[in-house]
């Protein structure tokens, strides 16, 4: 596999407030699937919507027409909807739908859900913005009545769950296009108002009210976790980050950025909706029934021996060394790979005796790469090979990647100065006084290229990285003392990048990190 390379230069612009600096929650809400049954779709919310009051009997908005409470249609993280059946008969108007229907949908959620914290439901707010807007349900009248904040909406039919779960859990081709093409219809305009959906999946497309002239179309509900996409200021992208500790969504459904806690995008919402089309067409996905992180086996296919090589490690991932070079004034410095337990010592020794100490360590197959040099800074070093982590300092070893003691550590003032695996296991150090302002991590199933450049545009610069055969996390950073030149690179080689080292030493580019592990998939 060739080599593959990065590069940052730094932009003059403000980094936006991370790492210790940072406490801020992205906009929406989280959720998780509590999946139960087939569906496997409901989000959380404790009890109805966390609420012990009772639901008043019936229901007056503002100047509305008075709805006594009925059927529950069904319930959510944060509210719960039930049909409404108006007292008195409309005198004017269509009975099946609109502000005089005989039935409509009300949507409660309680002063004290955790979706209220700050007033009226955020999903108001969504609703207003895209109010009229195709496959988006029309909001006839809203406001708070007793402990509940309360919508009237046009009641719909049924879910496209339904529909796939009454025809014997399968839907034809044509059926499936169609509802494909009308899909990206309503996700088109609803992202040209600046939103991405956040929750594409089949329980969140209804059709129209049945025997009505609506009665075929497609709409798309839900919007407590729609989030702006687009600075409504600027008309730019919102700011990139990632928090691994935040999923929003379900599960299922989810893309591969969402299940990454990344900002979300309008690509998220289509990778969702190809997932949902994918489920109603086969009626199931490869990876239903695993559990909120839980590793997901390998899917793998037995090919007969006399295939050609490339075909049977199709679905296979990817390793590769992946190597950050970092500008530096001319130094010597000097690399070991291959190394077994026992030369470690003699390299380390004849190192020290030239001047060099390590920088970086890194382990393939059980065999160690190390990298020596002279701009280090340090006047002593000891090393010790353990079974287990050493003693003391701040430090996390875990199966799966720990990001929320990571952001725990940064609120205390610490920052990461070391990253390793030993096979799936993660080995974290945090430091105080580490020399950084501000510090990011991205974590991705593969090589996370555009997160990378990301960062680089917003000043970071990686100070860390490492990769189990699942993941490949790099840690970047802005230091307090910026260097007068910012340049870096990243290489990723299917051997040890020996030759490539030499090539950027000779333009003063020096290996700051290494570490070999998933990088494509």
Not at 129 to 147: A, C, F, I
Not at 465 to 488: F, Y
Request: charged content about 25%; glycine content about 10%.
């Amino acid at each position: 596999m060739p080599a593959r390379r990065g590069r940052g230069k730094r932009k003059q612009q403000q980094p936006p407030p991370t790492g210790p600096a940072d406490a801020r929650q992205p906009e929406g809400r989280q959720r998780e699937e509590e999946r139960k049954g087939m569906e496997g779709s409901d989000k959380g919310g404790a009890g109805d919507d966390g609420s012990p009051a009772p639901l008043p009997e019936t229901v007056q908005i503002g100047n509305s027409p008075t709805y006594k409470l009925e059927r529950k249609l069904g319930k959510g993280g944060f509210g719960q909807v039930y049909v409404g059946r108006r007292i008195s008969s409309p005198t004017h108007g269509n009975r099946n739908s609109g502000a005089n229907a005989l039935e409509v949908a009300l949507k409660f959620e309680h002063r004290t859900s955790k979706g209220c914290s700050y007033g009226a439901p955020y999903e108001w707010q969504v609703y207003n913005t895209l109010s009229g807007n195709h496959g988006v349900p029309r909001v006839h009248y809203k406001g708070k009545q007793g402990g509940f904040y309360i919508m009237v909406m046009d009641m719909l039919g049924p879910s496209l769950w339904d529909v796939w779960n009454n025809n014997s859990h399968s839907m034809s081709v044509e059926m499936v296009a169609c509802i494909g093409i009308e899909a990206i219809s309503i996700l088109e305009k609803m992202h040209a108002k600046g939103y991405v959906h956040g929750d594409v999946k089949p329980e969140n497309f209804l059709l129209g009210p049945p025997d009505t002239p609506e009665g075929k179309k497609l709409f798309l509900v839900d919007l407590g976790l729609a989030t702006k996409w687009k600075d409504a200021g600027t008309g730019k992208h919102v700011e990139y980050d990632q928090r691994p500790d935040i999923f929003r969504g379900t599960v299922r459904y989810a893309s591969v950025h969402a299940h990454l806690g990344r900002t979300g995008c309008r690509r998220d919402d289509l990778e969702s909706l190809a997932y949902t089309l994918i489920f109603l067409l086969r009626g199931r996905l490869p990876w239903q029934g695993f559990q909120v992180g839980q590793k997901r086996g390998r899917l793998t296919a037995a090919e007969d021996e006399e295939q050609p090589k490339k075909k049977i490690r199709m679905g296979m991932p990817a390793t590769q060394w992946i190597s950050v070079y970092n500008a530096r004034r001319p130094m010597k410095q000097r690399y070991h790979y291959n190394v077994s337990d026992d030369r470690l010592a003699p390299h380390i020794q004849k190192g020290n005796e030239d001047g060099l100490f390590i920088s970086s360590v890194s382990s393939c197959s059980n065999l160690w790469a190390l990298i020596m040099d002279a701009g280090t800074g340090f006047t002593a070093q000891v090393h010790e090979l353990s079974h287990y982590f050493l003693h003391k300092q701040s430090y996390k070893v875990s199966d799966s990647f720990p990001f929320k003691w990571i952001n725990k550590k940064w609120k205390e003032g610490f920052y990461v100065t070391a990253l390793a695996t030993a096979g799936s296991r993660w080995a974290v150090v945090m430091s105080r006084n580490a020399g950084f302002t501000h510090q990011v991590v991205e974590l991705d199933f593969l090589y996370p290229s555009e997160g990378i450049h990301q960062r680089w545009d917003s000043g970071y610069r990686i100070t860390a990285t490492a990769a189990t055969c699942d993941q490949v996390a790099l840690i970047l950073s802005i230091p307090r003392r910026k260097p007068n030149d910012e340049t870096q690179e990243t290489l990723r080689t299917s051997a040890f990048p020996g030759q490539h080292v030499k090539e950027k030493w000779a333009k003063n580019l020096y290996l700051g990190s290494i570490c070999y592990g998933r990088s494509v998939s």
